[in-house]
């Protein structure tokens, strides 16, 4: 109906809002919500929106079945046996309360507040409002990304864009504008190169996968980098197969072809850019028959792709994953975005946008890590884990501590005890942290753990004294601003006892550090979070979702820096191609491959043991990491956990497709059913993550069957590069055979 945000339709309310999570993903789609009473009965995509076009994923659609899930954590519920044993007693909000107020005014006493760390998943706003919590509830530097190894998501491309161009930056796909495609300031991309991301699933970082496939009906070509042959990489004009792990020697030498035939915007590059000759330089060294050794990829290939890409006006990039996780994430972000830069495709229509939140709007909104951390004494911040190691940690790139110093910390009690871990809807070993075994035992030996979720998970059964459960969506008022519409999220149910997010951080912080948590309410908060804006929640909530004015080109209209010149927001008010940073960190100031710690550079008598390259975590239509499991709809379509494995390969390892079979390493091995796919080299495994079994017993030693077919069993915590970040979480290696 148009122009209303709530109205009847026979025995239902509908009511015009946006969905985030949980259940999950990184975009805030708008959508109908049809409810009978409290109970939420349909989804469906809103037509009127401007963002995702009335379009919805499977997993938006399974709503109410996961909203209603009769299995739910229903209300705070304290250990009652041992941890592991699954069994539990019903306590009271209050009471709740009090044992964590109890507990951290006595660790505050004992040990100091640095010995409480928390960790958060992925895509919710849980990303800054539990940062509100730690520094400001807690009075703990220690907020984390639940052992995430190198923290490798988003993070090393934060660092990148952050030290090159002082911002971050997305694809222009006219999502910026309300009148998208008919906006005339607007440029169609002549080419999208997609790097290790499949957005038509994953839809990360503020971008729906489904713009790429509008602008290719409206003639945009494809270049797309990726080891698996997605629907995408056969549609695309380049497909650039590279070996897992490989990516900065392939972004070099695209510079190199750039560079050398003078395919780059000499213009920007001489008034814009810093250390130009530096970089020519060192993309020298990596010339084509070099980097196809590397790559495994045709020389032939590679020079196609720079110059489709050099040559298009304009071009941009849609990235993923895929480039944090390796040892070398940093450096293959910086690559591109030198790519980007050198090319003139930064900031300019259908290019690579310098984005900001919408109205400057931080806080509530996704992007604000650091809310709280500016008032934290320094004291105090010099103690968040890994800043004395890692520099890029330490001068504030990223407001989080590093997740793999705080697992060392955690065996080692060095420099501190941790005396309690905080999870907030993050499935730890059986997700993010990688080793999962020894994750698993590290956790085990902190004092008190207490796990915010929507349903009980491994995490909860393993460890926690108090499971506080965590409202859905549907369950919430808050916004979205990642980055760009404005978005408000609207309650329309509530599930038995369940709290969100902002008031069970709210509660807290006004029991423990009431002058941080001034807010009467949620809703109070939420206004204060808008005051950039202009607009209360309620106002917002009436529109639904607004778009700030665009701007293109604004390091030429003086909009990026503080002190309004002209400019990016760097230490040289350029694009920083060569980083004098890096240098005082004793780091390499410019793009450089570096094989991933296992392989067939690296570890070639290994690779006789296990000889193939196993990567992980694609991206499945059906679930957003380590969530919905538990909808039997969407298990009905991807019940079983997959390993990728080409139909030469199997032949010879005797496996047929359907099989379960079992992927070793020397960290362990782990079953999952066999799908033949030509689309993945011979050389080239790919298994899937975040494997969970809530139809399993819950108790130990099942643990719903977490170890069974967890491919985080085979990675490793703690293999980083020298800045910190990236971890080879896609490129390891292993050996396959029959169970």
Not at 268 to 274: A, I, L, N, Q
Not at 591 to 616: A, D, F, R, V
Request: charged share 25%; glycine share 8%; proline share 7%.
């Amino acid at each position: 109906m148009s122009g209303k945000v709530q109205w009847k339709e026979g025995e239902y309310t509908v009511t015009r809002t946006c969905q985030w999570t949980a259940p999950g993903c990184h975009d805030g789609c708008q959508v109908l919500y049809y409810t009978k009473g409290n109970k939420l009965v349909k989804v469906e995509g809103d037509p009127e929106s401007k963002y995702n076009f009335g379009r919805l994923c499977m997993r938006c659609l399974s709503l109410p079945e996961l909203v209603n899930e009769p299995n739910r954590v229903k209300w705070p519920m304290k250990r009652a046996g041992e941890r592991g044993e699954n069994k539990w007693t019903r306590i009271t909000w209050d009471e709740a309360f009090d044992m964590i107020e109890d507990k951290v005014r006595t660790i505050w006493k004992d040990y100091g507040p640095e010995s409480i760390v928390t960790a958060i998943g992925t895509g919710r706003n849980t990303w800054s409002i539990v940062p509100k919590l730690t520094y400001d509830g807690f009075k703990s530097p220690n907020f984390s990304m639940g052992f995430l190894p190198g923290d490798s998501c988003y993070l090393p491309r934060a660092a990148a864009m952050g030290t090159m161009i002082g911002d971050f930056f997305i694809i222009d796909a006219s999502q910026l504008d309300e009148r998208r495609y008919d906006n005339p300031e607007w440029k169609l991309p002549e080419v999208v190169m997609i790097w290790g991301n499949n957005p038509l699933i994953s839809n990360g970082d503020g971008f729906l996968g489904h713009w790429i496939v509008d602008m290719m009906k409206r003639g945009t070509k494809l270049i797309v980098v990726d080891p698996y042959l997605t629907w995408l990489a056969s549609k695309a004009d380049v497909w650039l197969q590279l070996r897992p792990g490989s990516d900065a020697a392939l972004g070099l030498a695209m510079l190199n072809v750039m560079i050398s035939e003078g395919l780059y915007d000499k213009e920007f590059v001489d008034k814009w850019t810093y250390g130009f000759d530096k970089l020519a330089a060192r993309a020298a060294e990596y010339d084509l028959q070099k980097v196809e050794n590397i790559t495994w990829v045709p020389k032939e290939k590679i020079a196609a792709a720079a110059r489709l890409f050099a040559n298009a006006k304009p071009a941009s990039i849609q990235w993923g994953l895929a480039v944090d996780t390796q040892v070398a994430g940093v450096s293959v972000a910086n690559s591109i975005c030198a790519m980007v830069a050198i090319t003139g495709n930064l900031d300019v229509p259908g290019g690579q946008h310098i984005i900001r939140p919408a109205f400057g709007v931080s806080k509530l909104a996704h992007v604000s890590s650091d809310w709280g951390w500016a008032e934290m004494p320094e004291e105090m911040r010099q103690k968040r884990l890994g800043v004395q190691e890692y520099p890029l940690f330490k001068y504030g790139l990223a407001a989080t501590a590093r997740g793999d110093s705080v697992l060392e910390t955690i065996e080692t009690g060095r420099p501190y005890p941790i005396q309690m871990y905080w999870m907030e809807s993050t499935n730890t070993f059986a997700c993010c942290g990688g080793e999962a075994k020894r994750v698993y035992a590290a956790l085990k030996k902190v004092p008190f753990n207490v796990v915010v979720d929507p349903v009980l998970t491994p995490s909860a059964v393993a460890f926690a004294d108090l499971v506080l459960p965590a409202a859905m969506n549907v369950e919430r008022d808050s916004l979205r601003n990642w980055w760009t519409p404005l978005r408000s999220i609207s309650k329309v149910t509530q599930y038995e006892e369940c709290k969100t997010d902002e008031e069970i951080a709210l509660a807290l912080g006004k029991r423990l550090n009431p002058e941080k948590w001034p807010w009467e309410n949620v809703e109070a908060m939420i206004n204060h979070a808008l005051e950039p804006a202009g607009i209360t929640f309620k106002e917002l909530e009436s529109k639904v979702q607004i778009w700030p004015e665009v701007h293109y080109k604004k390091y030429e209209k003086g909009l990026l820096r503080e002190d309004g010149e002209p400019g990016f927001n760097t230490d040289t008010g350029m694009v920083n191609l060569y980083q004098d940073i890096f240098v005082e960190w004793g780091l390499d100031p410019l793009p450089y491959h570096e094989e991933p710690p296992y392989g067939p550079i690296s570890t070639p008598e290994l690779m006789k043991e296990y000889p193939l390259i196993l990567t992980t975590g694609r991206r499945p239509w059906e679930f957003f990491h380590s969530e919905h499991r538990q909808s039997g709809t969407l298990r009905e379509f991807h019940p079983d956990p997959l390993l990728t494995i080409n139909p030469e390969t199997a032949a010879k390892l005797g496996i047929k497709d359907g099989d379960w079979v079992w992927i070793e390493n020397k960290n362990g091995r782990v079953k999952q059913v066999a799908t033949l796919d030509p689309g993945i080299d011979p050389r080239v495994v790919h298994g899937e993550h975040a494997w969970w079994f809530p139809e399993k017993e819950a108790a130990e030693p099942t643990l719903y069957g977490v170890f069974e077919s967890n491919i985080n069993v085979l990675t490793t915590q703690c293999t980083t590069g020298p800045t910190g970040y990236g971890a080879p979480l896609k490129n390891t290696i292993c050996k396959v055979y029959k169970a």
